[in-house]
Each structure stands twice: as C-alpha cells, then as structure tokens.
C-alpha cells in the first residue's frame, strides 16, 4: 500500500514537471536577463567573460553566500568527523614513480589553477574553478606521499584573508561612486586584457585562495579518518 | 525631499558574515576573544536593525548590490516584515551568545561561534533579500549550519539526529532549488518583484508544480505537518543553546519565506484554506505529542512544532489582522521557546539529566532559573499578563472576524490544544515546586551570564505582555506589507 501511494505521488510529480518543463523555452534567446547581460555585460563589468561578469558582477552577492556555504560544509565536516573515534592503520608506501612523478606534478598542477583564476575574467574558469585545481595538487600529495600534511596554520589564514579581502572590497563599494555594495569601484581598464575589469580579478583570485583552502581542509579531515 | 542618512542594512549581513571570516584567525591570536564575537556582531546588528524602523515605517528601503539595474542585479528589499524579523533574530542572537559564554564549554568552541553566527546570518539574509536565488543560498547557509550544529555535542544520538536532519532538509533545498529553477525558465527573472509583476495568478499547472516544490521544500524547513520528523530528534539533541535559535528562529524564518513566496509572488489566496488545515492538525499533533513526551526537550521540540501550527493558522487566515496575529504569535514564540530552552540549558546541566522526573525540587535549589522557566511556561500557553496571551489573542480576534462556521470550530480546536499545552507544563511546574527532592543538595543558581539572557527575555515577555500597544503598529505595517503585493512592486520596481 506503502510502494502504491508512493508510486501514485511519483507519478504526479514527473507529470507535473515534464508539462512545466515543457513550457520553457529552451534553445531560444528569450530570458529577460540573459539577453541583458549578453547586451551590456561587457561594458558594466569590463569583464570579457560574460559568465564571470554575472558571477563576480551582478550576482556577486550571491557567490559570496556560496562561499560562504562551501566555508560552512567545510567547518560542518570537521564539527562532525573530528568526534569519531580515529583509527590508525598503516598506509602502504607508493612507489618511487609514483611518489616523483606527483611531486613533479605538482607545481605545475598549482601554476596551472593560477593561470585559471587569475584569467578568470578573460576565459572559461575562475575562482572556483581554480581552487577546485589546488586542491586537486594537494590531493596529489596526499595520496603519493603518505604523511606529509598541509600548514594548517597558513591554510586557516588564507581560508579567512580570502573571505575578507571579498567582503573589504565589497564593503568599500558603500563609500565610493555610486555606493552600493561591491560596487565595481576600480577603473574598468581595456577589455580583454589582464589589468581589466576592476575589482573582479581581485575578486577571483581571493576566491580561488580560499576555495582551494577550504577543499584542503576537507581533503585533509577525510584522510584523517581514512 | 529631504534625504535621510541610516546605515545601509547590507551591513547586518556583511558585518557578522566577516567576522564568522576572522573567528578562524582570532583562534591563534587571541583565543579568549572567540566568544565575544558573535555578542558584538549580533549587538551591532540589533542596533542598525533598531534605528532603521522609522525609516521602513515610512518606505521600503530598497539596496542594490552589485549593480544599480534592478531586476538584473540582486536587491535586498527591507520592509517592516523583514525589519522586524531582523530585529528577532538579532536580539536572540546577541542574548543566545551571551548565553553560550558560560554555557558552552566542551567541543570545538571556535567551530560552535563560527557556524552559530552563520545560522543567523544566513536568517538575516532570508529574511531581508528581495531576490529568490539569493533566498535560496542564505537558506543553505542557515540550514547547513544547523545540520552541523545539531550535531556538535558529537554523541550517537547527535549524530544520528544530525543526519537524518540532513537528509531530509538536503532534499527539502532540492526541491526548493527546482522549484526555482522551473519558475527562472518560464519567465527568466529571478529578482521577486519581478517575477510577482509577471505572475497574475498561480491558477495554471505550469506555475502551481514550481510553487507545490517551493512550498514542499520550505515546509520542511518549517516543520509543518506531515514534514516534520525530523525535528524533535534535531531540538532535542542539539546544545540547548543552539535548540532556543532552531526553535525560536529557523522554523520561523523558513516559515516566513514560505509566506513571503505565497503572497508576494504567487498571490496565492485560495492556497490558503488548504493551509488553514495544515496548521491547524500540526497544531493538533504537535502539542499531543508533547504531551507524552518525558524528556523536557522533546516536549519543548514538540510544542514548538505545535506552535509553528499556530502561526500557520494565522497566517493563513489571509486578512491584515490575521497576519498581524501571525507576526505576533512569532515574536512571541521567539521569545517564549528562547527562554524555555535556556533555563532547560541549565537545569538539565545541574541536574544531568533531561528527565522531568529528575527536576524535583529545582524551584528551591534554582529559584531564579524556575522562576524565569515558569514565565516562560505561563506564556505559551497564553495566561495574561504575558505575551502569549497578547498574540493568542489577537489570532482568535481575527479569525472571529471572518465570521465563518469553519472557523469558529477550528477556534475550538486550537482552545482544545491550549489546554493540552497548559496540561503539559502545569505537570512540570508541579515537578519544580511541589514535589521533594531526593538529594539534599544546596541552592546553586545558574551561572551569571545565562541569568541575565533569562532576565531580559522574561522582562521583554512581560512588557510585551503589558503593553502589546508598543510594537502594534510595527507588526500592523509589517502585516499589511506581506499582504499588500502592489505596494511591494511599486517599492521594487519603482
């Protein structure tokens, strides 16, 4: 009887959905606001990157609750996980190819997701893009090199100077030009150049500092437990 | 015109949002300084929050952020519904820290005031945003720190509570989240006002699908019966702390975005009788759950679901008196359940156990601490002088005023419950009082900095009690804001 009803509300439900689905238009320029940040993103935000320009631009607030929800799940995991009882056993030791070859790898892996955020005004990428790379370094690390751990010290700094330095430059937009919150204040520079687009690269590059740092940390909880 | 200077309300999130940023620094630097943290966060917002009343008496103050073109860009629109849900949340934040200075003291100490700060930031922005994306992500940030919080005690029954919260509230922000997303495709904005100005009616299936999600999804966040069992396990289990702003802040604040997404961008009024029956027998089950319940902290969780009911009675009623019963009963569940659970905090700390049984003869060794629990007690269930009795009050008034059969029996049902309520805590005041102790144990009062919280969440019970006159006209405004859909677009959209 149980399954039955449950079936019956599932029914319903993906009805309901595939007709709403149905109304939307897909495939067509027709979102009232899509067409307007195509149109004027550009020139509002000096970011080429459209997508940077809505994420960094005009919904930036928004990217600052998310960081802020990544900053939540990543503090939530430690609350929880550090409770449990730890158990020691021995992790194999790589080989020597293995333990080189990430060691090698893993400058390039963070030259790399810098170029990502730093460029993440002028091509596909960003902050989170580019902090999911570092992690991905650290991860690297981790799992060649048993027992080496990141500085924690310096991990919860840049977690929470990447934070502030968002919310400083945000804050600042309240007493310059036309004083809203993260205004973009800094002159908008040439498209399509490094030195463009005001505070959005400073932006990113905060938010691939503490974006990396907060996986590290989950990184770091989970292999603890492992 | 005359332009008026106040502090831009985006403060009352970015302040507490930086300084749940530099907690995590603090702890090497300075580690005593960590709890004071959140006092002086919540205090500042409780002050901005209390200075911007006369201007949103006045006018809706609408901040841009992030771009000054309207429906492209996100707004925080601050009326007096969302002022004085700010001013709620402040103020039992700045008293629930101070609260927590003593209270708190096993555990990751830095990890309760970063994620305890979050919670009620994360509430400010629900209550305050004007875009439904971002009410969507303040909503995560509230319901992911209370996920973690619920279980920070780190016991088996914390734990296990934590994540069945967590199952069910992750998939309650799925459905939200969709329903967002099938409303964003059909009229591709997402700023409030906007889409309100769009949507005529939620008559058709195409919109009454995205809205049952939303509703879905909130209610659970709301605990509204048949979506609330997660919540005695998660009240019960958390820091008694954290179980005064879970019960006194986040249902109410999931609550409001509901009723805010139902008035304002669905205008849904004939959606309301269905919800008229929802409150009504969450009413009816929370309170005769909490009737069998033992442990003072179930039956504490239990009535506050009992008292969600309520409050979605009211609300339902769709009338401007009605709303104001709502907005009442809010304010005064805050302020009941916060006390409640801060005294439970510390009779349950002396006495190491959540039993009622074992709170014989509290009301000797703990005098004040019974005293302030007994307030507390007198006012839900709704006894005059106390501010329960106001906003009851107020709610049977204007469901009187409809003039209908129906609501004169769901009036006798609710009188029905409050008599169950006072059953309950008569039962345990008889347990403080009138019962002996076994152990001959000296008096030992509760430590200072819970008694002070106490202290002035019982004074403001009183007074509000007294004097309901004092904030009829701000809850009024706020009322006729929620209820008023033009004069929120006029504000918005200019």
């Known amino acids: ?226 | 015109m005359k332009e008026i200077t106040y502090i831009n309300p985006v403060l009352l999130i970015a302040v507490p949002l930086a300084l749940a940023f530099i907690i995590p620094i603090l702890k090497f630097v300075w580690e005593k300084s960590i709890k004071w943290i959140p006092v002086a966060g919540f205090l500042f917002d409780l002050i901005v929050s209390i200075t911007l009343i006369p201007i949103v008496l006045q006018k809706n103050i609408i901040v841009k952020i992030g771009g000054t073109t309207t429906p492209f860009s996100i707004n925080l629109v601050v009326g007096p519904a969302g002022l004085l849900l700010s001013i709620m949340i402040s103020l039992a934040g700045f008293l629930v820290a101070i609260y927590a200075l003593k209270y708190i003291q096993e555990g990751d100490k830095t990890k309760y005031h970063i994620l305890f700060m979050l919670l009620l930031t994360g509430a400010i922005g629900v209550v305050l945003t004007g875009d439904i994306f971002n009410l969507f992500v303040f909503f995560e940030v509230l319901c992911i720190s209370s996920y973690a919080l619920v279980g920070y005690l780190g016991n088996r029954a914390g734990i296990e509570s934590s994540i069945k919260y967590l199952i069910q509230g992750s998939i309650g922000s799925s459905l939200l989240l969709v329903g967002i997303g099938l409303i964003y495709g059909q009229y591709g904005t997402l700023n409030m006002a906007d889409l309100a100005a769009q949507i005529k009616t939620a008559d058709s299936i195409s919109l009454f699908v995205p809205m049952f999600f939303m509703i879905t999804g909130l209610g659970i966040e709301a605990a509204i019966f048949p979506l609330n069992s997660w919540l005695p396990d998660a009240h019960s289990s958390a820091p008694s702390s954290i179980s005064a702003v879970l019960s006194g802040i986040a249902i109410e604040v999931g609550l409001y975005a509901m009723m805010r997404i139902l008035f304002t961008i669905f205008a849904a009024e004939s959606f309301m009788g269905f919800l008229l029956f929802l409150g009504v027998i969450t009413l009816l089950i929370g309170e005769m759950s909490a009737f069998s319940q033992n442990n003072i902290k179930r039956m504490l969780a239990y009535s506050s679901i009992g008292q969600i009911g309520l409050i979605v009675f009211a609300f339902s009623i769709a009338t401007a008196s009605g709303l104001s019963g709502g907005f009442f009963q809010m304010i005064s569940h805050t302020l009941n359940k916060a006390l409640l659970f801060l005294a439970t905090g510390f009779m349950i700390y002396r006495t190491g156990s959540m039993e009622i049984s074992s709170f014989r003869g509290l009301g000797k060794k703990m005098p004040l601490t019974a005293l302030f629990f007994t307030i507390g007690t007198f006012s839900i269930i709704g006894l005059p002088p106390f501010v329960g009795f106001a906003s009851k009050f107020l709610i049977f008034k204007a469901a009187l005023a409809k003039q209908e059969l129906l609501f004169i029996i769901l009036i006798a049902v609710i009188i029905l419950t409050t008599v169950i309520e006072g059953a309950y805590f008569f039962r345990i005041i008889q347990t403080l009082y009138f019962k002996e102790s076994d152990d001959k144990s000296s008096k030992q009062e509760s430590a200072i900095t819970a008694l002070i919280p106490m202290f002035i969440f019982a004074l403001l019970i009183l007074i509000l009690g007294i004097y309901p006159n004092w904030i009829m006209k701000f809850i009024h405004s706020a009322a006729s804001e929620l209820l008023n859909k033009m004069s929120y677009l006029r504000s918005v959209l200019g």
């Open chain 1, 1 to 226: 009887m149980k399954k039955f009803f449950s079936l019956i509300l599932l029914i319903i439900i993906v009805v309901g959905m595939i007709y709403t689905i149905h109304q939307i238009p897909f495939g067509k320029n027709q979102s009232k606001i899509g067409k307007y940040f195509v149109a004027n993103g550009k020139d509002e935000t000096g970011a080429a990157n459209i997508v940077t320009s809505v994420v960094v631009g005009y919904r930036s607030f928004d990217t600052l609750g998310e960081v802020t929800v990544l900053f939540l799940a990543a503090i939530g995991l430690g609350a929880i996980l550090t409770t449990t009882k730890k158990q020691n056993h021995d992790i194999e030791k790589a080989s020597l190819i293995l333990n080189t070859g990430c060691r090698f790898l893993f400058p390039l892996v963070l030259l790399f997701s810098a170029y990502i955020f730093i460029h993440g005004h002028l091509s596909p990428g960003g902050g989170f893009q580019g902090g999911a790379v570092v992690a991905s370094g650290f991860l690297l690390i981790y799992l060649a090199c048993p027992g080496k751990r990141i500085n924690k010290v310096g991990n919860t700094i840049s977690e929470s100077v990447g934070g502030l330095i968002f919310i400083i430059l945000g804050a600042i937009g309240l007493f310059v030009g036309d004083r809203y919150f993260l205004a973009n204040f800094l002159p908008k520079g040439e498209l399509n150049t490094l030195f463009s687009a005001g505070i959005i690269p400073i932006i990113y590059i905060a938010l691939g500092f503490k974006v990396g740092s907060e996986l590290n940390s989950v990184i770091d909880k989970m292999m603890e437990e492992s």
